[in-house]
C-alpha cells in the first residue's frame, strides 16, 4: 500500500495542485511552463511537448517517459506531495499535462 500524504489521499483536486505548482515553479531548474518544455525537450520529449502549446493533437507521453525526462528525484519529490507512489504519480501527470 503507498503512503498517505498527511493532508489525505491523492485525488484529481491534489493532483492537479501538484502539477500547477509544478508549472509555476518549473521543478529545481525553475522556469515555469518554460522550463519544464526545455526540461522535456532535453530529455527527448520536444516534440510530444512541442505538440501540446501548437495547434493540433496533443501528443501523449507515458509515465515512464516522463520519468526519464524529469528524473526520479524530482517525480519522488511530486509522489511525497501526491501520497502516491512514484509510477502512480508518473503516469496520472503524465496524463493530466497535455
Same mark, same amino acid.
Given at each position: 500500500?503507498?503512503?498517505?500524504?498527511?493532508?489525505?489521499?491523492?485525488?484529481?483536486?491534489?493532483?492537479?495542485?501538484?502539477?500547477?505548482?509544478?508549472?509555476?515553479?518549473?521543478?529545481?531548474?525553475?522556469?515555469?511552463?518554460?522550463?519544464? &518544455?526545455? $526540461? @522535456?525537450? /532535453?530529455?527527448?520529449?520536444?516534440?510530444?511537448?512541442?505538440?501540446?502549446? #501548437?495547434?493540433?493533437?496533443?501528443? +501523449?507521453?507515458?509515465?515512464?517517459?516522463?520519468t526519464?525526462?524529469?528524473?526520479?528525484?524530482? &517525480?519522488? $519529490? @511530486?509522489? /511525497?506531495?501526491?501520497?502516491?507512489?512514484?509510477e502512480?504519480?508518473?503516469? #496520472?501527470?503524465a496524463?493530466?499535462? +497535455?
Open positions: 500500500m503507498g503512503a498517505a500524504h498527511p493532508a489525505g489521499p491523492a485525488g484529481p483536486d491534489r493532483l492537479l495542485r501538484v502539477v500547477l505548482g509544478m508549472l509555476r515553479s518549473g521543478g529545481d531548474a525553475g522556469g515555469g511552463l518554460a522550463g519544464l &518544455l526545455h $526540461r @522535456l525537450d /532535453a530529455g527527448g520529449l520536444g516534440e510530444q511537448a512541442g505538440s501540446w502549446v #501548437a495547434h493540433g493533437r496533443n501528443q +501523449p507521453i507515458s509515465g515512464r517517459e516522463l526519464d525526462a524529469l528524473g526520479t528525484d524530482e &517525480l519522488d $519529490r @511530486l509522489a /511525497a506531495r501526491t501520497g502516491l507512489p512514484r502512480e504519480t508518473a503516469a #496520472a501527470v496524463a493530466a499535462l +497535455p
